[in-house]
Structures are given as structure tokens and as C-alpha cells.
């Protein structure tokens, strides 16, 4: 069963940036598609960004041309780059498969505001 362990939060001033870090316990090579989770204040999670195996992209309009999700399947990591952050950005972001087969971990807290 894997573990993910989400990395990278914080509290961030509208327009500022941050990186997301997943960290799985085993190797994600085989896992076609690893995604970017989000849950705001009041919301249900939703998908926001996804990578294929072959690095092919898919985000949700909101975050788009904002956020760059990647993945280093060396290191069994999923990236999430966000640029430009807005206060609708606030959230506890998390990682898993398309499928949502493993476990969620902990998430980390984003905070946008001034």
C-alpha cells in the first residue's frame, strides 16, 4: 500500500508562489496517473491538476496557465508549482491517483491572503 506524504505549504501573500511536494513510499513508475487534490473552506475536494506517466498535463480551469503539476518517478515525487496565487487558492492539498486508490495523507495547508 503506498503512503503519500504532501510537503510544501504555507502561508503565501495574493500573487506570491509555492511548491507542492508528494512524496510516495514506493515507486509510482507504474501508477498512469498521479493528481493534485484540493478541499477550501466549506468545499468537497476536487481534482485540480493531473500527470500522466508521460508527463501529459490536465488542469482545472481555474488553475490554469497558474499551476504546473509534475512528477520525477526517480524519486517517487509529484510536484505542484503554483504562481500567481489567489485567495480562492486557499485550501488543504493533496495527492493520489485518478482513482483515488491509496489512502489520503495529511494534506498541506495553503493559505492565501494579505
Do not use: H
Not at 503565501?12 to 514506493?26: E, K, T
Amino acid at each position: 500500500q503506498v503512503q503519500l506524504v504532501e510537503s510544501g505549504g504555507g502561508l503565501v501573500q495574493p500573487g506570491g508562489s509555492l511548491r507542492l511536494s508528494c512524496a510516495a513510499s514506493r515507486s509510482i513508475f507504474s501508477i498512469y496517473v498521479m493528481g493534485w487534490y484540493r478541499q477550501g473552506p466549506g468545499n468537497q475536494r476536487e481534482l485540480v491538476a493531473a500527470v500522466t506517466s508521460n508527463g501529459d498535463t490536465t488542469y482545472v480551469d481555474s488553475v490554469k496557465g497558474r499551476f504546473t503539476i509534475s512528477r520525477d518517478n526517480a524519486k517517487d515525487t509529484v510536484y505542484l508549482q503554483m504562481s500567481n496565487l489567489k485567495p480562492e487558492d486557499t485550501g488543504l492539498y493533496y495527492c493520489n491517483d485518478n482513482l483515488l486508490t491509496f489512502p489520503w495523507g495529511q494534506g498541506t495547508q495553503v493559505t492565501v491572503s494579505s
